[in-house]
Antibody
Framework: QVQLQQWGAGLLKPSETLSLTCAVY????????WSWIRQPPGKGLEWIGE???????NYNPSLKSRLNISVDTSKNQVSLNLTSVTAADTAVYYC??????????????????????WGKGTTVTVSS | SSELTQDPAVSVALGQTVRITCQGD??????ASWYQQRPGQAPLLVLY???ERPSGIPDRISGSRSGNTASLTITGVQAEDEADYYC???????????FGGGTRLTVL
């Protein structure tokens, strides 16, 4: 079964760059998008962005100017870099596998999307 | 708008039925997915599509949709169902994912 193992620096100073990596084990890497999601302490989930195996990316517009997500298909890894961090970037960061499909009835089709495999999360704290 | 709105908190007595809702215009075109998050744990996918459950998710968890509202229903609520629940979908462009603000379910 697919497992995601993530790692990266857990304590940063303001203005530094957050760097995390997520490795995919036990399943196919190709054919999927891989997302990053974060959760500030006591708050809800925020989607950061995603990448597929050929490097196509989609970013949360609110983070786009500071964000870079990359892929290394030789290692089945995706990486997140977020520049110029502040205390507002303090959060648990998760990687997850994206999935989706289409359900069609007699007159219409509806798309659906989900994240079915998640990493355990990496706590990142930004503090001076 | 691509926002998804959830009630912040819902409570239910043990063994009863609870419905958790997620509202948003994008849900007229997309099915929501639902995630359960217990304290200190990563989110867990519990529902997706029209009413699909991943392997291992009990059938007392079910989903439905009406208009711009998606619902997650738990029948015969157990103590272990106490958790935060998040809905999720893509936005109108299809290029971005959005989450609802989450609903904290308390089992009385």
């Amino acid at each position: 079964q697919v497992q995601l193992q993530q790692w990266g620096a857990g304590l940063l100073k303001p203005s530094e760059t957050l760097s995390l990596t997520c490795a995919v084990y036990g399943g196919s890497f190709s054919g999927y998008y891989w997302s990053w999601i974060r959760q500030p302490p006591g708050k809800g989930l925020e989607w950061i962005g995603e990448i597929n195996d050929i490097g196509s990316t989609n970013y949360n517009p609110s983070l786009k100017s500071r964000l870079n997500i990359s892929v290394d298909t030789s290692k089945n890894q995706v990486s997140l870099n977020l520049t110029s961090v502040t205390a507002a970037d303090t959060a648990v960061y998760y990687c997850a596998r994206d999935g989706g499909g289409e359900d069609c009835g007699p007159s219409s089709c509806y798309f659906y999307y989900y994240m079915d495999v998640w990493g355990k999360g990496t706590t990142v704290t930004v503090s001076s | 708008s691509s926002e998804l709105t959830q009630d912040p908190a819902v409570s239910v007595a043990l063994g009863q039925t609870v419905r958790i809702t997620c509202q948003g215009d994008i849900l007229r075109n997309f099915y929501a997915s639902w995630y359960q998050q217990r304290p200190g744990q990563a989110p867990l996918l519990v529902l997706y599509g029209k009413n699909e459950r991943p392997s291992g998710i009990p059938d007392r968890i079910s989903g439905s949709r009406s208009g711009n509202t998606a619902s997650l229903t738990i029948t015969g609520v157990q103590a272990e169902d106490e958790a935060d629940y998040y809905c999720n979908s893509r936005d109108w462009s299809g290029s971005h994912l959005v989450f609802g603000g989450g609903t904290r379910l308390t089992v009385l």
